[in-house]
């Protein structure tokens, strides 16, 4: 009764689809070339929700890319989605480029839901380097870059007032405190102060 009891509270979760992130997409979309094509999402179905498939969709709709789909060669039952880069663009012509403003949003989104989780658990601020990592999925190359992106993204989080930055007082060898301000997990909450000798 005992194990029949538990197989009957058992969960299973089983994913449908998956998407590449949206900053892998972003670097494949300034170097393809017009006919070049890139496998942006893959499953049984489309995540339509995903970041990445957001971001293909606003392609398509400037006339920057066409999307295309056909049977996964390794499991008939799965799909591949692909993204294929316009060829309408003129020889010559300026090679337009995504949305600065969306991809802004699409990573302001990915850092607020970050700091929402370390604040809600009263953790203190991860490395920006850790931070920019995680926002590019970029482990190999200087993340130099990444780092003012993420100080970037702080200060608009920061404008906005979905956060409050605390700044660290002079000498400290932690970076800031964040306060939650906009309404969700974690609100009202502020991320502890780092101690040691970590770097941002």
Not at 65 to 94: C, T
Not at 171 to 186: K, N, S
Request: glycine residues 8%; hydrophobic residues 40%; charged residues 30%.
């Amino acid at each position: 009764m005992l194990a029949q009891a538990k197989l009957a509270s058992e969960t299973f979760t089983i994913q449908l689809g998956v998407a590449a992130p949206e900053s892998e997409l972003v670097a494949w979309f300034q170097d393809a070339r017009p006919g070049e094509s890139a496998i942006y999402a893959s499953g049984f179905t489309l995540p339509r929700e995903a970041a990445g498939v957001k971001l293909v969709a606003a392609w398509q709709a400037e006339g920057w890319a066409h999307l295309k789909q056909r049977r996964d060669p390794d499991d008939a039952r799965r799909w591949q989605f692909l993204v294929e880069r316009s060829s309408r663009i003129a020889a010559g012509e300026r090679k337009p480029r995504p949305k600065n403003e969306e991809i802004t949003r699409i990573q302001m989104g990915k850092l607020l839901q970050a700091l929402r989780r370390v604040a809600d658990r009263g953790e203190a601020l991860p490395s920006y380097r850790s931070l920019a990592r995680d926002l590019t999925t970029d482990n190999t190359r200087a993340c130099k870059k990444g780092i003012e992106r993420v100080r970037h993204l702080l200060r608009r989080l920061h404008d906005e007032r979905r956060i409050e930055l605390i700044p660290a007082p002079n000498g400290a060898r932690h970076g800031p405190q964040v306060t939650i301000l906009a309404r969700g997990r974690g609100c009202g909450r502020t991320t502890a102060c780092a101690s040691g000798k970590g770097k941002v």
